[in-house]
């Protein structure tokens, strides 16, 4: 097995990467780094020193974005970025959204918050919680409805990297113990569940939601 993928499993830019990996049908090892904690010799592979970071033999890359960006060439098939040009574009961009609107507030906000506080056993600023929840995430869940509403898929016409951008942040919102309101979101909503359900998500979720069940004392 030759590729590595170093990070933790709660981290959404490391599920990110691994459920491209899955879609792939690509073997990899997953090598455990706390962002947090991580050993001085992981600059090497980040000098960020933020995860996740990859190998594949002597090939080292950091960041989901340009880790995926690099599966894509390297391994091609089945492809997770639409052929046509705008649609690629608009791939990209909801890519970024999610990772640099979103996550500040998903999962910086909500979940750091009230689950990765708490393992720290610091306390969970619940006024930033609520900030996230009630004035930062509903624009951007109104736009994000406005780009999935009578569309299967957020770019192209088959799954690709811009739902697994969006859906992998609102794993972490789960996780913190909220969703994406289906009154209010209805299509975003059922796109999420729809895009949680494939065996890529799936199975990972799974996994997590009985750690995090823990840490939240359920
Ligand atoms: N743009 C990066 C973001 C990665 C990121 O922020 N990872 C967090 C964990 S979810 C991290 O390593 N934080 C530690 C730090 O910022 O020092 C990516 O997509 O990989």
Redesign the pocket.
Known sequence: MSIKLHGAAL???VRKTRVALAEKGLAFESVHVD??SSPAEYSALNPL????AMEDGDKVL????VICAYLEKAYPEPPLYPADAYEYGRALWLEKYA?YEVAPQA?FGVFRNRIVMKLAGKPCDEEKVQKALTEKLPPLFDYLETQIEGRDWFAGDAFSIADIAVATQCVNLQHGGEQVDPARWPALAAHIAKVHQRPSFARLIERESQFVAKVRGE
């Open positions: 981290s959404p830019f962002p947090f020193r933020r995860i996740p950091a960041d989901s974005g990772d999962t």
